[in-house]
């Protein structure tokens, strides 16, 4: 069975850090694209940061770029989000999906398409 499990969320001051885990499980990474997205309220669905885990290749939202962080480790069948100088306009609820064959930037411009997603972790900015 395939899944993703999401975990690193909390609440955090503006300019603090976290790094979010997304575990996969039932498949492995090696040949697919994994994204991060975010859900915030009132707002569309975004793709944050993406990236093709067996080249690297990265995508990261203009608002993040400098910021955010996305790292893979295939032993532990995992990817990363790194997050620092948070940011209020960055809370949401935080998900990973995994697509095949396609590129991170086009990933992350579908939020919608997967083949399957992990159910979230939260993130709250604020003071």
């Known amino acids: 069975q395939v899944q993703l499990v999401e975990s690193g969320g909390g609440l955090v001051q503006p300019g603090g850090s976290l790094t979010l885990s997304c575990v996969a499980s039932?498949?492995?990474?090696?040949?697919?694209?994994i994204g991060w997205f975010r859900q915030a309220p009132g707002k569309e669905d975004e793709g944050v940061s993406c990236?093709?885990?067996?080249?690297?290749?990265?995508y990261y939202q203009d608002s993040v770029k400098g910021r955010f962080a996305i790292s893979r480790d295939l032993v532990k069948n995992a990817v990363y989000l790194q997050m620092n100088r948070l940011k209020p306009e960055d809370t949401g609820r935080y998900y990973c999906?995994?697509?095949?064959?396609?590129?991170?930037?086009?990933?992350?411009?579908?939020?919608?398409?997967?083949?399957?997603r992990g159910p979230g972790t939260s993130v709250t900015v604020s003071s």
């Open positions: 039932g498949f492995t990474l090696g040949d697919t694209t």
């Open positions: 999906s995994v697509r095949y064959d396609v590129a991170a930037r086009s990933m992350c411009a579908a939020p919608s398409v997967h083949v399957a």
């Open positions: 990236i093709t885990v067996n080249d690297g290749e990265s």
